[in-house]
Nanobody, 126 residues
């Protein structure tokens, strides 16, 4: 069982930055961030896998490539999502997710992940 607690959301102006944190109670192989805007389905944002001492390349949604970065502090067992150049389309509730050996197109699917945080609200004003 892995418990996830997100933090770091808030209100920011377009063009600004935020860093989201996801504190995990246990170690998971794959970690991801999803987001959900009002009236829309939950969508993939970023994911990364750490296994066997290897840090695999991160995977990003096309809409955030070059602006968002997913990383992990192993000592703190915390995953981060650094978000730069934010725009109004980035507004939504951001969820942290954890799973096993996720790979390929499974990264993009919410059901690939076993554990979820409660979410943190990000609002970008234009």
């Amino acid at each position: 069982q892995v418990q996830l607690v997100e933090s770091g959301g808030g209100l920011v102006q377009a063009g600004g930055s935020l860093r989201l944190s996801c504190a995990a109670s246990g170690r998971a192989v794959s970690m991801a961030w999803f987001r959900q805007a009002p009236g829309k389905e939950r969508e993939f944002v970023a994911a990364k896998k750490w296994s066997g001492g290897i840090s695999y390349s991160a995977v990003y949604a096309d809409s955030v490539k070059g602006r968002f970065t997913i990383s992990r502090d192993n000592g703190k067992n915390t995953v981060y999502l650094q978000m730069n150049s934010l725009n109004a389309e980035d507004t939504g509730i951001y969820y942290c997710a954890a799973g096993g050996n996720v790979a390929g197109t499974s990264y993009y699917t919410p059901r690939s992940y076993d554990y979820w945080g409660q979410g943190t609200q990000v609002t970008v004003s234009s």
